[in-house]
């Protein structure tokens, strides 16, 4: 996404999951204005974007909110974006590469380098990402903070990350040809197709087990960085496995 201010630049895109408070989203925006990133996705907000408490908050940023996109769903707002970096101030035990700010700005930089569509997802404020948000995660970023008082707001979180993207990132970088990761409608609608398939050979019978396995099939998709083609290959290895067996002359 290329600032207006800085035309050159192609900055990853924030992501926010179910905030809570129209200020804190306009706060969030100002944030952003100032580490040159302007595109914004909301999920589930619970007030309006647009508000006057919002824009008032943004204070001169409010561009970030009449531009930003809504969704009701994470999925829906990650469809068309390659690789997602997930904040949490804990780990979780997904087994995911777990970065710093300065490691992940560097690993998203990469990506932008080769026009694939990033995303930094926060979650509300009250709360933070659920693992159903996490699982969908390429890589995990945590704030290194004082552990005896480690919490951050939602703006001051969306400044950290966008200051460390900003000072480390070379603004004159000019993108490389696209490798073509697969983006998340791709993995998800595979991973439908994979569940259905796995329902049809009754794997999921152990039903106080399903949701996590369903939940570790999906991480080890997740955390692959499948490209296109890779998707496409797995797409026919199961419906070739899944078929009816070939009689052998």
């Not at 983006?183 to 999921?204: C, T």
Request: with cysteine.
């Amino acid at each position: 996404m290329k600032h207006k201010n800085n035309s050159d630049i192609i900055a990853p895109i924030v992501i926010l999951v179910r905030p809570q408070l129209a200020q804190n989203v306009g706060m969030v925006a100002r944030s952003m204005m100032n580490c040159g990133i302007s595109q914004l996705r909301l999920v589930s907000p619970r007030e309006d974007h647009l508000s006057q408490e919002a824009l008032s908050a943004s204070s001169g940023a409010q561009i970030i909110l009449e531009q930003a996109k809504v969704y009701t769903s994470l999925e829906e707002a990650t469809n068309d974006i390659s690789y997602l970096v997930a904040t949490t101030a804990r780990v979780r035990g997904m087994n995911k590469p777990v970065y710093a700010p300065d490691i992940a700005v560097q690993k998203i930089s990469e990506r932008l380098s080769k026009t694939q569509k990033v995303g930094i997802m926060f979650g509300p404020e009250r709360t933070g990402l659920e693992n159903t948000d996490i699982i969908m995660a390429n890589a995990l970023l945590t704030i290194p903070l004082n552990p005896i008082h480690p919490s951050l707001n939602l703006a001051q979180a969306v400044l950290l990350v966008g200051w460390s993207w900003w000072q480390s990132t070379p603004k004159d970088k000019k993108p490389q040809k696209n490798s073509s990761l697969a983006s998340k409608k791709e993995l998800n609608l595979f991973f439908k197709f994979l569940l259905q398939v796995l329902e049809n050979k009754n794997y999921f019978s152990i039903q106080n087990k399903r949701a996590a396995m369903q939940q570790n099939l999906k991480n080890i998709f997740t955390k692959s960085l499948l490209t296109s083609s890779e998707i496409k290959t797995l797409y026919r290895v199961i419906k070739r496995l899944s078929g009816p067996e070939k009689q052998k002359k």
